[in-house]
């Protein structure tokens, strides 16, 4: 890491560094600036002797000057080499993200001071060692060269030094029309500045908008308990998940600790069938490997060994195999009466949504409606289980399942849980918590803390009220962009603009900062000092990998110039965290002060409270409703001009650099629309244009807009991508609103996707039974192959030695959230080509996630299939090419040389998987220098004109195998080497080691009565398999 | 008992004349070597300057594609090759014609190959030349195109892959180019030397006396020209075969359903045979109407073509059925779709536009009238090549954008690059012809002769009373 404190603020001493900058004479800057040294031309003039004298003795002087001069820039001078440091070798530090409105705990690679690569914290007690998308990306906006680079006064480029003294005038007095707008404020340090402003200027007041937040939950909570609490999810336990329109998966998921419970509960089918050829329990084993493979690979987390891993780890070593397939669920057994083997069992997943989402595409039971009628199937659903007195049916159309669902739940009391989406009212969270309770789950799958957090849209609502009484002289806007944001009714913009001083931090030059007094530009996460009350409220600590690349300050900083702070972002921070060293340097190393995690509250709720609320809550009205729902990959907006994740295909459609509006088949064709038809949506006198994508399975008369596009200043990559949604969300609709009219225009527009076509072809790509199938068939899924013998021409080679590499997907794991995509771009260089290629066919992703639809239009099943590479040991790739540029590793990689590589694209025509990709033209031409910065230097950056796919990492296994070789030629043992997609997969559904290893997590994996083999019959051998999908339908409900 | 006299008007009907109008041997040199000798017309001019034209483009599009890359083409991923390798297919099924009408022809003894082989050899040649461009300029570097020759180089310091079909294809293409070129030329020597002696300036008589190498016409040289020619006739029969047998090898020996097939190289060479000959009655139904010289390619000659077009088209037409059927009794489903995907698919179009100029068209080649049509075979041998594009276009478009995984399926559009690129190989081809009708006798004068001689001589050992058809052949 690159120590910042003192330098490049100029709150501490002055150093100097170099003669050069010693003698900064104002001539002698601009003689630094100019390529000849004034007079340098001046030998040409005949006769001037003593000029000439002048001249010698001036260069002379100068030339000694250069002598001495050393590079004043940021780089590290390692004059004294720094203990344990190896150029080139990867560092790996623990920090704390802010990602999409949530702290995520990470731990990010390094080589020689310049961050490469993000993975997920393993040791905090909310992460397990993946990062999502978006976290995963984040690594690319650290080099974006459109980030704000200066300090801008009215437009004009500006310094720090003029903001500080205009910062010092302006922050006089009681604070009198002074606000403060930030985003939610996760950090302990900044709310306690926030503190400090409240004492030192009493009138001043700090607002916090996020436009996507938990305001509904909260409220919801408010209803039920009387007390505004945070959920928190425990899905290990529960045997029965209902979602009430919450993408908890994706979208609305509240850690990835959830998603990895919930693949564990989704394996543990296996448990239910006994074990293959081999006669061991090949789930169970793996669990125990998993395990080790959680520690981490070179930073020396190894000895310390995490709690929560420890404990499970135990659970895995003293469970009978049988129940150590949701091995953390048991030792937390439940004081429930069911018997223990049960809860090893798969769960079963019912959610109602409108639109089609990954946790939809998981579900056992999906139902469509509305969004605006799940609040009448949540209260038909809390009757139904007693949680509310019975009544009058509201919903009536959904008997059948409600009934099921209630009789499933009710037989599941405190092992089942029912979760209540971001975009709901408050009152369906209240009856979700009813319910809740009524089950008994509270205490047992779902807990509570107190975040402390108001409403986001109550705050900017009363600021823009603020603002129109003239009572806001200067607003701070804290990386924020509310110009863009901010609910439509309150015409934020406009207001803005009348206020006598604004002042932005932001990460890039927005709509707020266009219209801005002040901009000033803001440190990356990875730049600047900070911490983070993670979800479950653990204090995480943000640590700079790198000095600020740009002259930016981050939000703790600018407010501790306001405020005339003087201790510098760090040493708040340690304050902040009460400890001393040690304690603190162990923090520091493990990303969290450990034990910090927020009280757990156990409320009680009210079931007639919520029972009156819910008779005063509006009823749902008829007709069109529009609901506003946040980007996989723009999220709200704050990653447009983030390419990896706008050419991320978004999971559910595939489409890519854009946000169509998503409708039901049914919808399109009572309004004869069209993929790409361009229709107006009008609500409460507010219009959006929009593409169409008719989505199956999408509810009628329903139409999705998603957030987060139709930038109009943010960079050259997000500017005018998409529509924005924003101009239509109201403050009383930020989820969603219904009496939204919707009209064809004559206008198209083309929609670029990834994939083309959405069903099998009656193909057996992705493999799928139920339970009962499975149970009645273990090895269903390879049953569905032909197996020819076939005769075989030559020997083949011996790949019974050595390491021999394979990967298992788990597709009973996968939910298809496109992490794996892009740690694979961020880890293997992997250029982005932009909408018009991937429109062409040319997207460069190695990994792929292919989603198939499976059933009936209207009411779809959909799986979802990681495709990279699958390493054939027959690879037809490889003997068609001429130049014998693709060739076999003898530990059975399809290895790529790309310098040997023509490109005749012979090799990727005869892939069956058509999982290479060819450099079309050379896409890193117009990368600018900061941009090159985020390459991983252990891969090479290909040409035009060459092949690449997918090859296991191999710089990874290349760097564990030097690294053992050096240590003494040790064996790797399991879970050394770990492929990015591998890393990051939040649902761990991807194993990967030597298939040669008998115990290895993948051996094990390969043994499962699941494994198949995709175009077995072509007798290719590839060495990636897949396990096939099981879901667990009600048989009521059959 | 029967008459065993012949009566001539049947031996006529039976072997008709290759040469009409009893031309002397004198007035066939004259009419074969005098468009070489003439002041060079005004249109011969204009011709180059259309040609040359688009010869430039051509020029102008590889030099955007090499300095740009693969991109400004239409090719993608699933589609791979797109209309480059089409082309290179296309140009090469077209350069089949000359070579086997100067070798195959030539050991049959079939006399009415003399009148058109050196117009198909040059054929062959520019279109072999045509099909070179593709190979080099497809791969993503084309600098390093020369990677696929096992020459001794620093760069690759390792063998070539010789597994890789694309291998075979490189020395299948140059073998047969180097031998088609050379066959030519040896066949042009002694018309080289006829032009050398009529030569009226110095500079004439040198180019083309150094180009007949010393051809004296003794003897001795007819004897090593003969056994030259015949073991270069030899040489060239199975690359005839082999060349198209090869280049159907990069499809059929890929794992990709439409391309895996057995059928591929009996069915190219058919195909190839089939454009080849297509591509000549184009061409040599303008170029003996321009240069007058209706009476040495006769309509014998035209017929002839026009019934091996017949043959070879049905042999395609077969093929496709071949190959439906084993795609359904296979039992291979992926096969199957495939096949269905060629008639019902987004390239059903293609598909049909191939199989009505492919297999219906020729099928009128079944009337005398018809195919003894000038204007009909003009314009049927054109369909016969649109057909056979399209057949290389579906073949590999078709396969390739869907193949087993249904995630991955994607369509080919041409870009205007493709398109003007493929409209330039045509300006090269027609640019290589114009000069080659401007300075080299587009008709084997030796080889007519010699069979005119010939024939002459048969006809005295026929009985007396078929006389009377014929004066003696006047010397020159």
């Given at each position: 890491m690159i120590q910042i404190e003192g330098i490049g603020n100029q709150t501490g001493k002055k150093f100097w560094r170099s003669l050069n900058e010693l003698a900064s004479t104002p001539k002698f800057k601009e003689w630094l600036v100019q390529e000849f040294p004034e007079g340098a031309t001046d030998l040409l003039d005949r006769g001037s002797r003593r000029r000439f004298m002048q001249l010698m003795a001036a260069s002379m002087g100068l030339a000694g000057l250069t002598a001495c001069r050393r590079p004043v820039e940021k780089i590290l001078p390692y004059a004294k080499g720094v203990e344990g440091l190896v150029h080139g070798a990867p560092q790996h530090y623990a920090t704390v993200m802010n990602v999409a409105g949530q702290a995520q705990p990470l731990v990010v690679e390094a080589i020689d001071g310049r961050p490469v690569k993000i993975e997920g914290n393993r040791k905090h007690p909310i992460s397990n060692g993946a990062a999502n998308a978006w976290a995963q990306a984040s690594i690319l906006s650290l080099y974006d060269p459109d980030r704000s680079q200066k300090v801008l006064e009215k437009g004009k480029a500006s310094t720090w030094e003029a903001f500080g003294a205009a910062a010092k005038a302006t922050f006089v007095g009681d604070g009198e029309g002074i606000r403060i707008l930030s985003g939610a404020v996760v950090s302990p340090t900044l709310a306690s500045l926030r503190a400090s402003l409240a004492a030192k200027h009493p009138k001043a007041k700090w607002y916090e908008y996020e436009p996507v937040n938990e305001d509904s939950a909260l409220a919801g909570s408010e209803l039920a308990f009387g007390d505004r609490l945070r959920p928190h999810y425990n899905l290990l336990k529960a045997d029965v998940v209902v979602s009430l329109d919450c993408d908890f998966l994706q979208l609305?998921?509240?850690?990835?600790n959830v998603i990895r419970d919930f693949a564990k509960r989704r394996r543990a089918v296996d448990s239910a069938v006994p074990a293959g050829h081999g006669g061991d329990h090949q789930a169970a084993g793996h669990k125990a490997d998993a395990h080790k493979a959680d520690e981490h690979k070179a930073d020396g987390h190894k000895a310390d060994g995490h709690k929560a891993d420890e404990h499970k780890a135990d659970a895995a070593a003293h469970a009978p195999a049988a129940a150590a397939n949701a091995a953390a669920a048991a030792p937390a057994a439940t004081p429930a009466a069911a018997p223990a083997a049960e809860s090893t069992s798969i769960n079963r997943l019912y959610v109602v949504e409108n639109n089609f989402t990954l946790t939809g595409a998981q579900a056992d039971h999906r139902l469509r409606l509305r969004a605006a009628d799940v609040q009448a199937f949540a209260a038909d659903l809390a009757r139904e289980v007693a949680a509310i007195p019975q009544g009058l049916k509201i919903l009536g159309q959904s008997d059948k399942y409600i009934a099921a669902l209630a009789k499933d739940l009710l037989a599941h009391k405190g092992r089942s849980v029912v979760l209540a989406g971001p975009r709901q009212p408050a009152i369906v969270h209240a009856l979700a918590a009813a319910i809740n309770q009524t089950l008994g789950n509270i205490g047992e799958t779902v807990s509570y803390t107190r975040p402390g957090r108001t409403s986001s849209a109550a705050e900017i609502t009363e600021l823009a009220k603020e603002v129109a009484a003239g009572q806001v002289k200067t607003l701070v806007v804290l990386g924020a962009n509310p110009v863009y944001s901010a609910p439509a009714d309150l015409d934020f913009g406009a207001k803005y603009k009348s206020i006598a001083t604004t002042i932005h931090l932001g990460f890039e030059v927005d709509e707020t900062a266009a219209a801005s007094t002040w901009h000033l530009p803001e440190s990356h996460a990875l730049e600047s000092w900070g911490d983070a009350m993670a979800a479950d409220g653990t204090v995480s600590l943000q640590q700079p990998l790198i000095e600020p690349i740009f002259k930016t300050k981050s939000a703790i900083e600018v407010v501790s110039m306001a405020l005339g702070v003087a201790t510098s972002a760090y040493e708040q921070v340690k304050a902040q965290s009460k400890l001393a060293d040690p304690a603190w340097r162990q923090a520091l190393h493990d990303g969290f002060v450990a034990g910090s995690q927020a009280a757990l509250v156990k409320p009680a709720a009210n079931a007639k409270a919520v029972e009156t609320a819910l008779n005063a809550a509006p009823k749902a009205a008829a007709g069109l409703e529009v609901v506003f729902a946040p980007s996989a990959s723009t999220f709200d907006g704050r990653?447009?001009?983030?390419a990896w994740l706008q050419e991320a295909p978004e999971p559910m459609t595939k489409i890519v650099w854009d946000n169509p509006a998503l409708v039901s088949p049914k919808t399109a064709k009572e309004l004869k629309l069209e993929e790409g038809s361009v229709i107006v949506v009008e609500r409460g006198g507010r219009k959006v244009e929009a593409p169409v994508l008719v989505q199956p399975g999408h509810a009628d008369n329903s139409v999705t807009l998603t957030l987060?596009?139709?930038?109009?200043?943010?960079g050259r990559v997000g500017t005018g991508v998409g529509y924005n949604a924003y101009l239509l969300r109201t403050a009383d609709a930020m989820g969603f609103g219904t009496g939204a009219t919707l009209a064809k225009s004559a206008r198209t527009y083309e929609l670029v996707t990834t994939q083309e076509h959405h069903d099998q072809a009656g193909r057996p790509v992705v493999r799928e039974a139920t339970v009962d199938k499975y149970k009645e068939e273990a090895h269903f899924a390879s049953h569905e192959d032909a197996h020819i013998e076939l005769f075989q021409l030559f020997d083949s080679f011996d790949y019974s030695k050595g390491n021999q590499w394979g990967m298992v997907v788990d597709l009973q794991s996968?939910?298809?959230?496109?992490a794996c995509l892009v740690a694979c771009q961020s880890e293997n260089n992997i250029p982005v080509v932009g909408r018009d290629q991937v429109s062409k066919g040319r997207e460069m992703h190695w990994i792929r996630l292919d989603r198939y639809f499976t059933g009936t239009e209207d009411d779809p099943e959909v799986v979802h299939q990681p495709m990279a590479c699958q390493q054939c040991e027959n690879a037809p790739c490889e003997s068609v090419c001429p130049v014998a540029a693709t060739v076999h590793s003898p530990e059975g990689l399809n290895d790529m040389a790309y310098n040997r590589c023509v490109g005749t694209r012979y090799c990727a025509n005869n892939c069956p998987y058509k999982v290479r990709r060819f450099n079309y033209f050379n896409w890193h031409k117009d990368i600018e220098e900061v941009g090159k910065m985020v390459f991983n230097p252990d891969v090479t950056v290909r040409m035009r004109g060459v092949m690449e796919k997918c090859n296991y990492c191999v710089q990874r296994i290349q760097e564990v195998k030097i690294a053992h070789k050096v240590d003494g030629r040790k064996p790797i043992k399991d879970g050394d080497v770990l492929t990015a997609c591998q890393q990051t997969c939040p649902a761990e559904a991807i194993s990967f080691g030597n298939i040669n290893d008998p115990e290895s997590a993948v051996s094990k994996m390969k043994k499962n009565n699941r494994n198949y083999t995709l175009l077995h019959e072509l007798n290719i051998k590839p060495r990636t398999t897949y396990l096939a999908k099981v879901r667990n339908p009600n048989p009521e409900l059959a | 008992m029967a008459d065993l006299a012949f009566d001539p008007k049947a031996v006529e009907q039976l072997s008709p004349p290759l040469v009409t109008g009893q031309p002397s041997l004198h007035e066939v040199t004259e009419a074969v070597s005098i468009h070489t000798e003439i002041e060079t017309h005004r249109n011969w001019y204009i011709a180059l300057a259309i040609s040359g034209s688009i010869t430039l483009l051509l020029g102008s599009m590889l030099a955007y594609l090499v300095s740009t890359g693969i991109g400004v083409w239409g090719n993608n991923n699933p589609v791979g090759w797109g209309w480059d390798i089409t082309n290179f297919v296309f140009w090469i099924g077209i350069g089949h014609a000359g070579t086997l009408i100067s070798a195959i022809l030539f050991l049959f003894r079939q006399k009415w190959r003399t009148s058109i082989n050196r117009f198909a050899e040059a054929m062959t040649l520019f279109a072999v030349a045509c099909a070179g461009i593709y190979p080099l300029v497809h791969v993503g570097r084309p600098w390093r195109a020369y990677w696929l020759f096992p020459i001794p180089n620093a760069d690759l310091a390792m063998w070539q892959n010789f597994r890789s079909p694309l291998l075979w294809d490189v020395f299948a293409v140059s073998t047969y180019a180097t031998v088609s070129a050379l066959f030519w030329y040896v066949g042009l020597i002694p018309d080289l030397a006829i032009i050398r002696d009529r030569a009226k300036t110095q500079m004439r008589h040198t180019i083309y006396g150094l180009l007949s190498l010393g051809w004296r016409g003794s003897a001795t040289h007819w004897k090593n020209y003969e056994k030259a020619y015949m073991i270069l006739a030899g040489l060239s029969t199975p690359l005839v075969l082999s060349v198209h047998t090869i280049v159907s090898f990069d499809f059929a020996v890929s794992i990709i359903p439409g391309w895996h097939t057995t059928i591929f190289p009996p069915y190219f060479v058919a195909g190839a045979i089939f454009s080849g000959f297509a591509m000549v009655i184009t061409l040599m139904v303008i170029a003996r109407w321009v240069f007058k010289v209706e009476h040495l390619v006769t309509m014998t000659h035209l017929e002839n073509m026009n019934k091996v077009i017949l043959a070879t088209g049905t042999i395609v037409g077969y093929a496709y059925a071949t190959e439906f059927f084993i795609a359904w009794y296979s039992g291979n489903e992926y096969e199957r779709f495939t096949f269905i995907n060629r008639a019902m698919g987004p390239y059903a179009w293609a598909y049909w536009s191939m199989v009505s100029c492919n297999v219906i068209s020729p099928q009128f080649f079944w009337f005398k009238k018809l195919r003894t049509n000038i204007p009909f075979m003009f314009v049927l041998s054109i369909f016969v090549n649109i057909g056979m594009w399209f057949e290389r276009f579906v073949i590999i478009a078709t396969s390739l954008h869907r193949d087993y995984l249904p995630s991955s399926w994607g369509y080919f559009r041409p870009t205007i690059v493709d398109i003007l690129t493929f409209f330039g190989t045509f300006g090269l081809f027609i640019t290589l012809f114009v000069f080659f009708t401007r300075f080299l006798p587009i008709i084997a004068v030796s080889e007519v002769k010699g069979m005119m001689i010939q024939t002459e001589h048969e006809k005295h050992y026929l009985p007396a009373t078929t006389s009377g058809s014929s004066e003696p052949v006047k010397a020159h």
């Open positions: 609305d998921n509240p850690g990835l990653y447009a001009n983030n987060g596009y139709g930038r109009t200043s943010v996968c939910i298809g959230c496109n | -």
